[in-house]
């Protein structure tokens, strides 16, 4: 089931019906009220969200999904007619999956859909997986951090930046590849996002947070 939060019906009912033609179950809701009904009802595999609605906005209202314990992990495509580079990185900042600006083809929506569906579905495949470096643990189907026992409470993008690391010890990973890996791909070379995420990150994981080495002009890196 795919959630299209939209107010403007003709865009909705298209977004649905061309949803549902590719083979999806989709459902259109008008506002985060409706939205918020819905998720009590049932959990859907991925919400779009547009950015622009009535009452609360769509930042707004992912950052409520990503508090709400049942439906945080959710993947989430905002959807809006901006396109200015700070709506972009406001979007991904606040967990946004992916960002499609309107107006877009039903081709390239399609297209967007199933590769955050995918890359999602990467995800589950590692339920058992654990990583480690030095005192820091990650059980990954469990979607959690532990620094010398204790846990730490990370968002996802935070959780999947420190996996992602991780998972290539001492290499150095450039902040185009974190972008393309973690946000899907690139949008104009904008990796201030990334700086963003791993300062969070390092201050969440406190003396561990030192063991995610700046290589100055090149990226980032755990374990040398
Ligand atoms: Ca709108």
Redesign the pocket.
Known sequence: MIYCV???RNIRELLVYTLETTGFQAKGLADGCELMEALKNEKPELILL????PGEDGYAILTKIRNMEEVKEVPVIMVTAKDAEFDKVRGLESGADDYITKPFGMMEFVARVKAVLRRCGQNKKNEDKMLSYGELCMLVGRHEVRCRGCKVELTRKEFELLKYLLENKGIVLTRNQILCKIWGYDFDGETRTVDVHVRTLRQKLGEEGNLIETIRGVGYRIGG
């Open positions: 939209e107010d403007e547009d950015v622009m609605l």
